[in-house]
């Protein structure tokens, strides 16, 4: 059975770097057919995409979070990470990890609440 | 454009019937999926591909599209279906797309 964790910091101090790994188990993070994401949803908001990648390293970034997110994979592992620079407020957040498959759609990671604050 | 549009929220009575849409390019190209979040808790699938449930979730959940225009239907709301209703479908660049979520209340 498909499961995805978060794991991570629960707090960052502003201008810091958020570090957060997804680990996958159920499915081999290496098969072709799915793309790996990050979504996060600030509290009381909406969900907004931040990046997704497949197992050969192909990215694709939210255009306005763009060059502040950089996602990597690792197949041996079975893991994929997020790094998100110069953190501020406006990045606190609910940050989930999701597989996305064309057909069945999204399966989430339960979350992981990352607070920006000094 | 890669945008997905949802009425902010809408309301049904104990047992009645109601429709949640979502709008938007990408749909016409792809099939979408709907998501249930309920407070505190991650989103779950509801209905993916052209209208298929995954294990678990009851029968009166179900989907359709038509040209730009997806649409959830919950026939016969339980009031344990409150919650937020998000729609999702890629776009032809690879990027995910969200709906800015339908807010649900069972009156």
């Known amino acids: 059975q498909l499961q995805l964790q978060e794991s991570g910091p629960g707090l960052v101090r502003p201008s810091e770097t958020l570090s957060l790994t997804c680990t996958v188990s159920g499915v081999s993070i290496g098969s072709s057919d799915y793309s790996w994401g990050w979504v996060r949803q600030p509290p009381g908001k909406g969900l907004e995409w931040i990046g997704s990648i497949y197992y050969n390293g192909v990215t694709y970034y939210s255009a306005s979070l763009k060059g502040r997110v950089t996602m990597s994979v690792d197949t041996s592992r079975n893991h994929f990470s997020l790094q998100f620079t110069s953190m501020t407020a406006a990045d606190t957040a609910v940050y989930y990890c999701a597989r996305g498959d064309i057909f069945t759609g999204l399966v989430w990671g339960q979350g992981t609440l990352v607070t920006v604050s000094s | 454009s890669s945008e997905l549009t949802q009425d902010p929220a809408v309301s049904v009575a104990l047992g009645q019937t109601v429709r949640i849409t979502c709008q938007g390019d990408s749909l016409r190209s792809y099939y979408g999926s709907w998501y249930q979040q309920k407070p505190g808790q991650a989103p779950v699938a509801v209905i993916y591909?052209?209208?298929s449930r995954p294990s678990g979730i009851p029968d009166r959940f179900s989907g359709s599209k038509s040209g730009n225009t997806a649409a959830l239907i919950i026939g016969g709301a339980q009031a344990e279906d409150e919650a937020d209703y998000y729609c999702y479908c890629r776009d032809g660049n690879g990027h995910w797309v969200f709906g800015g979520g339908t807010k649900l209340t069972v009156l």
């Open positions: 591909g052209r209208n």
